[in-house]
């Protein structure tokens, strides 16, 4: 792994050659994806900060913190249907799982112009024929989904609220939480029960660099 580059005090630019640097755990991780999910990053690295989606200190830590981060909810979607990332921002985690789920329909929603180009952008660039962007908030929509993924979107009962009415019977909810899951999930308790949702579960994502990611699963019961 390369040496992190960090701003100094004047905010000088990230050094996109001292990027963090994918080890080999991670490469054999995203397998035949991988090529693509770099040219991700290096686009993310030329273009993220000066187009306001990626702070210059989340730059040299961009594959640990983000990328990988963002596969985590790979293993729990479904084997099939359409998926919609609310909140996509730069990407996460709806560019990683089109990527790395080319059989599934992706849905990247966005509701800020600016970021919804750079979606567009990188659909465009990266050739994803399974990707459709969608400006609007999550409230705006009237589809159904067969699981809906959210990373740094909101706490859980506030996401709760957003998502529930666009999943499927059986569909998931799969929110990427961090150190307060526990705490959301318990306080998101009663909100989930009137939504008739499953109780959460949480799933404890073991990444490559032995680091620990959560995925926050909040299943609609499949009809009868």
Do not use: C
């Not at 099939?80 to 789920?101: E, Q, W």
């Amino acid at each position: 792994m390369s040496t992190p580059i960090t701003p100094d005090a004047a905010g000088a630019e990230v050094d996109p050659a001292q990027l963090e640097e994918p080890t080999a755990q991670v490469r054999a991780m995203f397998g035949p994806a991988f090529s693509a999910t770099e040219h991700f990053a290096q686009m993310l690295a030329e273009q993220g900060e000066l187009r306001g989606l990626v702070g210059p200190r989340e730059l040299p830590r961009l594959w640990s913190r983000h990328i990988v981060n963002s596969a985590a909810v790979v293993p729990f979607l479904p084997a099939s249907g359409r998926v919609a990332d609310i909140g996509s921002g730069a990407g996460f985690p709806g560019i990683v799982v089109a990527l790395l789920r080319p059989d599934l329909d992706v849905v990247l929603v966005e509701s800020m112009e600016r970021r919804t180009q750079w979606l567009e952008d990188v659909v465009a660039e990266l050739d994803l024929d399974n990707v459709a962007i969608e400006r609007a908030r999550a409230e705006e929509l009237r589809a159904k989904y067969d699981a809906v993924t959210a990373r740094a979107v909101a706490n859980l009962t506030k996401l709760i609220r957003m998502t529930s009415p666009l999943l499927k019977p059986g569909a998931s909810l799969l929110a990427l939480k961090g150190a307060r899951a526990d705490a959301e999930v318990a306080e998101a308790k009663y909100v989930i029960k009137r939504a008739r949702l499953e109780p959460a579960v949480i799933h404890e994502v073991i990444t490559p660099d032995e680091g620990v990611t959560k995925v926050v699963e909040v299943r609609r019961p499949a009809s009868r």
